[in-house]
């Protein structure tokens, strides 16, 4: 019996899904997160094809830990040989054709299990990874995207370091150009990934790295379509964000799509972190960081759910349920011109 090439990835991501949860049952660990799917658009007036992308702060190793760091987290969800059974599930249980993710600092690991269900993946690293402060760390983290080779092909692929004011910073993006496999007549597109510079403070930093990658894409794809994911450490009232919603790249957020006044959700990542200035000695962070950008070629039919605060439970992100202490991103976007 001959099999597609597309069934065998089908059959084998199936397969290290299974043996994912299997293990995750092993170890007694409670049930995934649910989550469900907004239908934005059930009309296939445009009947163009549809890709699913995820983007992800997957949280790297190295960081988990710290005295002041995730204190209501219990020690063991942080722990790598359970997170990395939460990682996998979550990379693979909504099946997308793109993903683009940050802090990487297991790049091989994701690389090799990606790579048994026909993933093909591109990695650049930080000039600084403040993992590499960290005793056990096991290697610097970067942005990776990871594409379905069954589903698209890479064209091309460009890995940046942000500038500020001419000067190289800490932060990266990769950039690739992919074409849809089985459609000659569909536009080939750009999907970009960067992690902008974290902590308050940065404001300025942040719209100047910003503003520095939109000038390289606007170069770059002229009118093409794009897509820009990321966790951009900024919510929607600063200035860089401001700078994509006014690109000449016609940038929308996909997560808008979401509520009827066309706002972010409320949040993409909420934990507490220990603080010697807060009542209580811990620091709660919930807001909106991360996002998925696509240009007018783009409109989007289904987005997944962000989960409410019950949930996510009493102590928030990261947790036995979830491995990263922000939420993933997932969008199916309907190329129509």
């Known amino acids: 019996m001959i099999y597609s090439l597309h069934l065998l990835f089908k059959m084998a991501s199936s397969k290290l899904f299974l043996d994912t949860i299997s293990q995750i049952e092993e170890k007694k660990l409670p049930p995934r997160l649910k989550r469900e799917f907004f239908v934005c658009d059930d009309n296939d007036k445009n009947a163009g094809p549809v890709i699913r992308v995820m983007q992800w702060n997957i949280l790297a190793q190295a960081l988990c830990h710290g005295s002041d760091n995730f204190i209501l987290c219990p020690k063991e969800a942080l722990h790598w040989e359970n997170r990395n059974l939460r990682v996998i599930e979550e990379l ?17 690991f994701v690389k090799e299990n990606l790579g048994k269900v026909g993933y093909e993946g591109v990695f650049f690293p930080k000039p600084d990874s403040p993992c590499l402060d960290f005793r056990h760390h096991t290697g610097p983290d970067g942005c990776a995207i990871f594409y379905a080779a069954d589903k698209v092909k890479m064209i091309s692929q460009k890995c940046i370091v ?16 992919f074409g849809i496999i089985g459609n000659d007549h569909t536009p080939s597109f750009t999907v970009a990934v960067t992690h902008l510079k974290a ?23 002229e009118s093409g379509p794009v897509i820009v994911c990321g966790d951009f450490n900024a919510d929607p009232k600063e200035k860089v964000y401001a700078a994509f919603k006014a690109s000449v790249l016609g940038l929308q957020s996909s997560y808008t ?29 919930c807001k909106t960081i991360d996002y998925i950008w696509h240009s007018k070629h783009f409109h989007p039919k289904g987005i997944l759910e962000i989960p409410t605060g019950e949930d996510l439970g009493e102590n928030k992100l990261p947790s036995l349920v979830f491995p990263s202490d922000h939420l993933s991103l997932v969008c199916d976007l309907q190329l129509t011109s």
């Open 199 to 221: 902590k308050s403070g940065f404001e300025e930093l942040r719209f100047s790295q910003g503003s520095y990658l939109l000038r390289y894409l606007e170069k770059m794809v």
């Open 257 to 285: 799509y979401l509520s009827k006044t066309k706002s972010e959700p409320d949040y993409t990542t909420w934990k507490f972190r220990g603080s010697r200035r807060s009542p209580g000695g811990r620091e709660e962070s």
């Open 92 to 108: 693979l249980q909504y099946s997308p054709q793109i993903l683009c993710l940050q802090e990487v600092d297991k790049f091989e």
């Open 162 to 177: 942000l500038e500020d004011n001419g000067f190289e910073t800490n932060q990266v993006c990769v950039i690739c150009t």
